[in-house]
């Protein structure tokens, strides 16, 4: 029998162990970006800031195939982040298909509301819930909504949750479609009026332990981070911690040990339908149907009051541990589960108080402790997230509204009671992993109308202005490299702001200027122009003939000869096409020569573009001359190409004695023309070129540039500020006083006032240079802790 049981615990520990060490595994290759929820990364990309490779194919791929082993696994973690982040990855892959296509949806409005349709579907898929999913998105993904999106949402939310709820039935899970967790509480009389105080005082209760669990949550992901001997042990050993985790938490939920009190047995479905469910589970006598239920809330030695709590205590604790392993998971279902478990306690409470129900006049209005259960699930849920549609979505996944007015009032408590204590579980992890999210301005402080955008913006602006040179662009876009728009003034001496350019035009503009296709421009054109010089000088020779020699008479050599040499040295040292390198002496063996001798002519030390040696006295005839050109036409060419690939062509190297008496070249015996040869210029010409070209004028009319960059005036409030960037999602604006250039204002610098003013801070003027991109600030300290943690 001890064996066993051995086997089993062996079974039920190593599969879960196996697919959440697979899951942390393959979302690490594949794209971490899919640790986690997804619902604070879709918050902050929503409000204009796009994160990298946060909506990809591949983040999409590691997301479905992680959550699946996840949810297999059976640890304490939801669905509906990822479900979010997964129909958030399809509506921007779809969006991508469309504009392939059809330009006119290519736009960044466009996108943001197919994002915000997206959140719905999210929602409305995981729980079959689409008014409750489109409210959700809004309360929870968004501070300024479209109204216009409000329709798309609803359509898209209804159209998933249906498909979702038919699968069901298609392959047989349903009989029908029906709510995901079906009440069935009595309608005519399902609480008593005087139940609402308490209902009340379950909302305050629900708040407080919610304000509690977003603060434990914070504080465990902060001192694993801060641990640096844990930090460094665990990015050596990746597989570890969540191995460990999975063993440890399957190790309790094991029912033959400690999850019978635990109810570790079922799974999530089923206990949360054994919560909801509408009889006393205190009462003596049950139905088979009951009794069969009631054996996993209690045992021979327990109650349900210390089955509940034990299973209160579990989900609340390893909830939050679960949550820092690597893999793509969420939080809702957890916290869900541990409201309704203590709206049961309060529920049975009430009813061993009041066994025959509460007394109003003349009726009598039993204690129905599944109804406790739906508010204190809602509440908790609420107060966690910080959101009212919670009360919606639970209707919808119950089936019933019997019990709306008590869970409006208990969600509307609870949260009243988070938002004074804590910030969401959501806006939690934006703090933790330092995205560029803006919180929010308490309004009881009067500071938001008292500071203004001068009190905190930048004054050390970097910019730019017209009729600077190359070298000076380069200079700025090397000293910060992190910015990616600039101010574009006038002159530094008036700083009249005349619109801004983004780094990647500014790049261009130097790529224009002294770049690949720039220089091979330039070569081509001195190439031409040598090529002319020499058929210019060819020409005059030509034209100086005025008779055919005499193959016997001996003459003086002719000047031009002198000339032409005289024209391919200078061609030689001046232009960078016509450069080859020489040597004194052909090294090896000797080369032959190619005509075979004779009396009256013989080739020597013959190079591509210098005629034979001079000497006082040439012997010269007409067919030796056409022989001569031939020969000097077929070496020019050759001369004149530079290989492609260096190793094809060997040519020895100059020296000074050689540059000053004869400038021979040696060329290889065997010459392999390649298929491709490039003209280009030597590393110290090109540096040459480039400095002479880099103080030249900055020309901006080729380039992209934005008229109307966002300006706000120094006396601008920060409530003012903080309004404008939430609603039209600018990561920066520019301040002016009187079209002058005075400062910049930033995401960083805007997040930094808003904490001190909430804090009560008082705010100094900021002397930091620049502002950073809103994506980089939130990613290149944390990156790599959040892989390790799945925060």
């Known amino acids: 029998m001890a064996f066993n049981q051995y086997l089993q615990y062996i079974a039920w520990v190593l599969l879960p162990v196996s697919l959440i060490t697979f899951a942390a595994g393959f979302v690490h290759l594949v794209a971490p970006q899919s640790i986690g929820s997804g619902i604070p990364e879709m918050k902050t990309i929503l409000r204009g800031v796009a994160l990298k490779e946060f909506l990809t194919l591949r983040t999409l791929i590691a997301k479905v195939v992680g959550v699946t082993a996840t949810l297999g696994s059976g640890l304490p973690l939801g669905k509906e982040g990822p479900f979010v982040h997964i129909a958030s990855i399809t509506a921007t892959l779809l969006t991508k298909v469309i504009t392939s296509f059809k330009g006119i949806y290519e736009n960044e409005s466009r996108n943001t509301e197919m994002l915000a349709a997206a959140c719905a579907v999210g929602v409305a898929s995981c729980f079959g819930a689409p008014i409750g999913g489109v409210l959700f998105s809004i309360e929870v993904t968004t501070v300024y909504f479209a109204v216009r999106n409000y329709w798309r949402g609803f359509f898209s939310a209804v159209c998933s949750a249906t498909v979702f709820r038919l699968l069901a039935v298609w392959f047989n899970k349903a009989e029908t479609v029906k709510a995901f967790f079906p009440t069935h509480f009595t309608m005519e009389y399902p609480f008593d009026p005087q139940e609402l105080t308490v209902f009340a005082l379950l909302g305050v209760v629900c708040g407080i332990i919610g304000a509690g669990y977003v603060w434990a949550h914070r504080q465990y992901v902060l001192f694993m981070r801060q641990s640096k001997s844990m930090n460094s042990f665990l990015q050596k050993n990746r597989f570890l911690y969540p191995s460990l985790i999975t063993f440890l938490t399957l190790t309790i939920t094991f029912p033959l040990g400690t999850g019978k009190y635990i109810a570790g047995e079922l799974n999530v479905h089923d206990q949360l339908t054994g919560l909801f469910s509408n009889f006393t589970w205190t009462k003596n006598e049950f139905t088979i149907e009951e009794a069969e239920m009631m054996n996993h809330w209690r045992t021979e030695n327990t109650n349900v009051f210390i089955c509940l709590s034990a299973y209160i205590a579990y989900n609340f604790v390893f909830s939050i541990i679960a949550s820092t392993i690597p893999i793509p998971s969420g939080s809702f279902i957890p916290v869900f589960k541990t409201g309704a478990a203590f709206g049961r306690i309060v529920g049975e409470l009430m009813h061993l108080w009041f066994p025959s129900g509460v007394r109003h006049g003349k009726f009598i209005t039993p204690i129905i402790p599944g109804g406790y259960a739906v508010v204190g699930a809602a509440a908790f849920a609420g107060a966690v997230t910080h959101s009212i549609s919670v009360s919606v979505i639970a209707f919808e996944m119950t089936g019933q509204i019997t019990h709306i007015v008590p869970v409006m009032i208990a969600v509307l408590i609870s949260n009243a009671v988070a938002v004074l204590l804590q910030p969401s579980l959501y806006d939690s992890i934006i703090l933790i992993k330092n995205l560029p999210y803006l919180p929010d301005l308490l309004p009881s402080i009067s500071g938001i109308y008292s500071v203004y955008v001068e009190d905190f913006m930048v004054r050390d602006v970097k910019y730019i202005w017209y009729n600077m040179s190359y070298r000076d662009l380069k200079k700025v876009l090397r000293e910060n490299k992190v910015l990616r728009v600039f101010p574009l003034v006038d002159k530094p001496d008036s700083m009249i702001l005349l619109g801004s350019v983004p780094r990647v035009e500014l790049i261009k503009l130097i790529d224009r200027q002294v770049g690949k296709e720039r220089r091979m421009q330039v070569v081509a054109k001195w190439q031409k122009e040598a090529q ?22 001996v003459t003086p050599a002719p000047d031009n000869l002198q000339r032409k040499h005289s024209i391919s040295s200078q061609s030689l040292s001046t232009n960078p096409m016509i450069k080859v390198q020489c040597s004194s002496s052909l090294k090896g063996h000797p080369k032959k020569s190619i005509l075979k001798k004779t009396n009256s002519f013989t080739l020597h030390n013959l190079t591509p573009m210098m005629t034979p040696s001079a000497t006082p006295y040439s012997t010269i005839t007409g067919a030796e001359s056409r022989i001569r050109l031939a020969f000097e036409a ?16 060997s040519l020895t190297d100059i020296t000074d004695k050689d540059r000053c008496s004869s400038q021979i070249i040696q060329v290889s015996k065997k010459v392999q023309l390649p298929k491709e040869r490039v003209i280009d210029m030597s590393p110290e010409e090109q540096s040459e070129w480039e400095q002479t070209e880099m103080d030249k004028i900055l020309d901006f009319g080729s380039c992209h540039i934005d008229p109307a960059p966002f300006q706000l005036v120094e006396r601008t409030s920060l409530l003012k500020v903080h309004s404008v960037f939430s609603l039209v999602g600018v990561n920066h604006a520019y301040v002016t006083a009187i079209g002058r250039l005075v400062g910049v204002v930033g995401l960083k610098e805007l997040r930094k006032a808003i904490e001190d003013t909430n804090s009560g801070t008082k705010l100094g003027h900021h002397k930091t240079s620049g502002f950073r991109s809103a994506a980089m600030e939130s990613l290149l300290s944390n990156r790599q802790m959040d892989d390790d943690f799945g925060v």
């Open 634 to 649: 077929i070496f020019h060419k050759s001369a004149t190409l530079r290989d492609a690939n260096p190793e094809q062509q």
């Open 532 to 553: 002319e010089r020499l058929d210019e000088v060819e020409r005059r020779r030509r034209e100086n003939k005025e008779r055919r020699p005499s193959r016997f008479e």
